[in-house]
C-alpha cells in the first residue's frame, strides 16, 4: 500500500463547477501538506501549501487538511478551462531535507 | 536564471547506454532535488544535496543511478547500463534551503526514453 493515496481520474467538469479533489495517507509523521498543479510536459507548480490540520484559502482555491483522519482536500471554486492540469498531493514531516512524499495526481478537464 | 533549467528537454537512448541529465538550478538555492516521474504516476524522491554532498540518496533505485554538484550549484544525474525499466521523466528542484518545505521550484524535467 503506497504511503499517499490519490484518484487519478481522469475527472471532467463543466466550467463554472465546484470541484474537490482529495488524498488520503498513512505516515502520521506527515505534517506539510502541499498541492501542486502540473501542466501537460511542464514541472509541478506549487498551489496551495498548509501546515497541520484546518483551512487556507486562496481566491478560487481551498485546502482542508484533517489530520485525524489523515485525509486532505483541495476545492476549486467557479473552474475555468484554465484549470485543466493534473493535480498533485505531496507531503512532508518536515524533516530530513524536505523530501516530498507525492499521491499519483488527479487529472482534471474543465469543459466549456 | 529565473527558473530551474533542464537538459536535454528529451533524451532518446538505446538499452545499455549512459546517459548524462542536466540541472541547472535558481541562483543561491541551497537544496537541490531529483525526482524521477513515470507515466501515471507522482514524482517518487531519489537524492537530494544540501550545497555539494548529498544528504539523502535513498531513493536512488540502485547503483546504476549516481547524481553529482561538485561546486554547489549545477547537478548531473548520471545513469549506466539504462534499461527499458528507466524511462521516466526526470525532475529536478530547488529550494533556498533544506528547511524550505514551501520552496521547492520543479523545472520541466527531462522525459528519457530507452530503447
Known amino acids: 500500500q503506497k504511503e499517499v493515496e490519490q484518484d487519478p481520474g481522469p475527472l471532467s467538469v463543466p466550467e463554472g463547477a465546484i470541484v474537490s479533489l482529495n488524498c488520503t495517507y498513512s505516515?502520521?509523521?506527515?505534517?506539510?501538506f502541499m498541492w501542486y498543479r502540473q501542466y501537460s510536459r511542464k514541472g509541478p507548480e506549487l498551489l496551495m501549501y498548509?501546515?497541520?490540520?484546518g483551512n487556507k484559502e486562496d481566491g478560487r482555491f481551498t485546502a482542508q487538511v484533517d489530520k485525524s483522519s489523515k485525509y486532505i482536500s483541495l476545492f476549486i471554486r467557479d473552474s475555468q478551462p484554465s484549470d485543466s492540469a493534473t493535480y498533485l498531493c505531496?507531503?512532508?514531516?518536515?524533516?530530513?531535507?524536505?523530501?516530498?512524499?507525492f499521491g499519483t495526481g488527479t487529472q482534471l478537464k474543465v469543459e466549456l | 536564471g529565473a527558473g530551474v533549467s533542464q537538459t536535454p528537454s528529451n533524451k532518446v537512448t538505446e538499452k545499455g547506454k549512459y546517459v548524462e541529465l542536466r540541472c541547472d538550478p535558481i541562483?543561491?538555492?541551497?537544496?537541490l532535488y531529483w525526482y524521477r516521474q513515470s507515466l501515471g504516476q507522482g514524482p517518487e524522491f531519489l537524492i537530494y544535496?544540501?550545497?555539494?554532498?548529498?544528504?539523502?540518496d535513498s531513493g536512488l533505485p540502485n547503483d546504476r543511478f549516481f547524481a553529482v554538484r561538485p561546486e554547489g550549484s549545477v547537478s548531473t544525474l548520471k545513469i549506466q547500463r539504462t534499461e527499458r525499466g528507466d524511462s521516466a521523466v526526470y525532475l529536478c528542484?530547488?529550494?533556498?534551503?533544506?528547511?524550505?518545505?514551501?520552496?521547492?521550484?520543479f523545472g520541466s524535467g527531462t522525459r528519457l526514453t530507452v530503447v
Open positions: 544535496f544540501q550545497g555539494t554532498g548529498a544528504a539523502d
Open positions: 498548509t501546515y497541520s490540520s
Open positions: 505531496a507531503m512532508t514531516g518536515g524533516g530530513g531535507g524536505n523530501k516530498l512524499t
Open positions: 505516515n502520521s509523521a506527515f505534517q506539510y
Open positions: 541562483s543561491g538555492h541551497t537544496a
Open positions: 528542484a530547488s529550494s533556498p534551503t533544506e528547511a524550505s518545505v514551501w520552496g521547492y521550484t
